[in-house]
């Protein structure tokens, strides 16, 4: 089974404290992905990655950076976290190319910023 | 510019009835068309369709993809309370993004 795991289920942090959002898959799987979720507005794509320390930007990568030095670790920043970055935050991988492209999803963490 | 969009955006039937969910997508170099639930969590994959006519089949769900027309449906049978959900159909751009619909929101009543 794919396993695709997510550092925390909720967190709580104060506006302007920086966060880490740990993503960790482990079927070797090249690309890595970065969904926030809110009503309304659906999946939304923040940064994606397709191979160790390279990223792209998403739909929605303002207020936000990543970070992969590892394979199976793809982490999503909040430099100085503000209220509207409050959302649940999905992390996703996949394997590479073909018409494959089936992403596997974490449990998600929910971030409430006060 | 990439599209998927998906009909009707909520749905609320009673158990036994049957329903359908569309998705139809303007996507480059199409590929693929990816299905999931969504319950109260993150989204499990349910269908990869590839071909046209071909349906998938998983239980009480099945799915089909028309190429042709551009558009896949998700039929779920006999539907129970457990199927209530939010269904998303996603397509992949050629970078490996998925390109996602807004979600059907499927409520199914005792």
């Known amino acids: 089974d794919v396993k695709v795991t997510q550092s925390s289920r909720y967190l709580v942090k104060r506006t302007g404290e920086k966060v880490f959002l740990e993503c960790v898959q482990d079927?070797?799987?090249?690309?890595m992905f970065w969904y926030r979720q809110d009503p309304g507005l659906g999946l939304r794509l923040i940064y994606f990655?397709?191979?160790?320390?390279?990223?792209e930007k998403g739909d929605i990568p303002e207020g936000y950076s990543v970070s992969r030095e590892k394979k199976e670790r793809f982490s999503l920043i909040l430099e100085s976290a503000s209220t509207n970055q409050t959302s649940m935050y999905l992390c996703?991988?996949?394997?590479?190319?073909?018409?494959?492209?089936?992403?596997?999803f974490g449990p998600g963490t929910r971030l409430t910023v006060l | 510019e990439d599209k998927v969009v998906q009909s009707p955006l909520s749905l609320v039937v009673h158990e036994g009835d049957t329903v359908t969910l569309n998705c139809s997508y303007e996507?480059?170099?199409?590929?693929?068309l990816l299905w999931y639930k969504q319950e109260k969590k993150a989204p499990t994959f349910l269908f990869m369709l590839?071909?046209?006519?071909i349906e998938k089949k998983s239980g009480r769900l099945s799915s089909i993809l028309d190429k042709k027309e551009l558009f896949s449906i998700l039929n779920i049978t006999a539907t129970q309370t457990g199927d209530s959900a939010v269904y998303l159909c996603?397509?992949?751009?050629?970078?490996?993004?998925?390109?996602f619909g807004q979600g059907t929101t499927l409520q199914v009543k005792p």
């Open positions: 996507v480059t170099n199409f590929r693929s």
């Open positions: 590839t071909s046209s006519g």
């Open positions: 990655s397709y191979d160790v320390k390279m990223k």
């Open positions: 079927m070797d799987h090249e690309n």
């Open positions: 996603a397509v992949p751009s050629n970078t490996g993004k998925l390109i």
């Open positions: 996703a991988s996949s394997s590479l190319g073909g018409g494959e492209n089936t992403q596997y």
